[in-house]
């Protein structure tokens, strides 16, 4: 069975620092592009950022520049740093992933949350102005 633990979440200022991580058990971790999604209240999913069973990487606009995401696959962990946050950066953020091999390639960037099979159960975060 999948599963995935978002940690790190928290309550910061505007200007400051996070990072996620996401811890994966249950599958080839190394098989399949991770997401990272959030979801502020009242609003839809959103992709953030993905990084290919590679290492290649795509992020959302709004938090290019400012957000890095990186896996260590011997970890069986993925994680998200996020600088510079914003109050709009406030949401739950989840991250995701793929059933092993399911197509796409090694380069695969999937950024719709349809893509995605496996979800973890989020971790709050908050940035005050």
């Known amino acids: 069975q999948v599963h995935l633990v978002e940690s790190g979440g928290g309550s910061v200022q505007a200007g400051g620092s996070l990072r996620l991580s996401c811890a994966a058990s249950?599958?080839?971790?190394?098989?399949?592009?991770v997401g990272w999604f959030r979801q502020a209240p009242g609003k839809e999913r959103e992709f953030v950022a993905v990084i290919s069973r590679s290492g290649d990487t795509n992020y959302a606009d709004s938090v290019k520049g400012r957000f890095t995401i990186s896996r260590d696959n011997a970890k069986t962990t993925v994680y998200l740093q996020m600088n510079s946050l914003k109050p709009e950066d406030t949401a739950v953020y989840y991250c995701?992933?793929?059933?092993?091999?399911?197509?796409?390639?090694?380069?695969?960037?999937?950024?719709?949350?349809?893509?995605?099979?496996?979800w973890g159960q989020g971790t709050q975060v908050t940035v005050s102005s």
């Open positions: 995701a992933c793929r059933r092993p091999y399911s197509g796409g390639g090694d380069y695969y960037l999937p950024t719709g949350w349809a893509n995605y099979n496996y």
């Open positions: 249950g599958l080839t971790f190394s098989s399949t592009p």
